[in-house]
């Protein structure tokens, strides 16, 4: 069976877009493949956050997965920092990953503009420059520099071929790529197979946000998490960005209604679907009573993610079993890894 590896950084609570555009498949892969599902928290170390934060947001997240149907029975789920293996690797694959090529991917550009306060329209000469300025001399740190490399040995510690992750992450993807081949070439080993990005189904699904145009996202300041009770939903969608109505039948949907439907398609029946569609294409769209369908439909998906979410963040006991089980698995797969590493290198195995 094949290796999926993919990690989810602890960034907050669900929200439609993560559950439709990643929970969703990795539900249907944990049925047939070989999954490991971690939350990246050492990742999160980049943007400094307090220790209460990492405590907290490794265990909302965990309890939404298993909310969600991540299944520790089908699938192995733990967090980052509970596999020390994986440091270990990093360590050796930065040994032969170069200053000057982590220096020049976007993502790091792009983090360290924003730590050095760099306007976007700041030339990539300009973040090099004031990277090497004595009065920013520890504003961007190696952590963030190496960013890449952690997340190659969150991969291929599990000798992984197929990582689901989204089109921002194709360039760290290309390094890991980069790195597990060069470990090959450097120790003339055929070690580590080569990871491929992937997602299941034809097209990825992107979730809309109801505030006009663009997606759905934290921080677009528009999700609906899966958390959400009754009100809170309703007060959400009843706000979505709607215009006068069509005039024409049938004439084109405008962006933020588009959006209406794609979310509508998503949740709810096709009669339903359906019934609004046809209004519209009549002329005859109230966008009032399809909003309040809407509200209704979204929460009967959420209600009972929610109460499920509830359940078992209250069950200590429980999230610490996952925890624990899911790491020694983790651990087990990784230290079988780490040991032939070792032995290639030159180390002694453990
Ligand atoms: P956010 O944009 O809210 O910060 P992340 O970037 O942490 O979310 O994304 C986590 C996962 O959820 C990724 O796989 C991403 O592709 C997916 N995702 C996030 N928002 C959406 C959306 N609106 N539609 C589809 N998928 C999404
Ligand atoms: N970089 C990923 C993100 O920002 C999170 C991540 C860390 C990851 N390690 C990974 C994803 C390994 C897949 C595989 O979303």
Redesign the pocket.
Known sequence: METVVSG??P??NL????Y????KSFLQMQEEYNCFFFIADWHSLTTHPHPDNIRNSAKTILSEYLACGLDPEKATIYVQSDVPEVVELYLYLNMNAGIGELMRTASFKDKARQQLHISREGSEGDVEREIFNEGNKHSVSAGLLTYPTLMAADIIIHKALKV?????QEQNMEMARRFARRFNTTYGVEFFPIPASFHLGER??????LDGSG??????GN?IYLIDDEKTIKKKVMKAVTDQGPTEPNSEKPAPIQNLFTMMEIVSTKDTYDYFNEKYNNCEIRYGDMKKQLAVDINAFCAPIRERILDIAANTEYMEKVAREGAAKARESAAKTLNEVRQIIGFRPY
């Open positions: 989810i950084r960034t907050g929200h439609l877009g993560n439709f555009g990643a929970v689901p992750v989204g089109k921002d990825s699904v992107k979730v809309p946000g997606k759905m996202g934290k921080s677009e999700a």
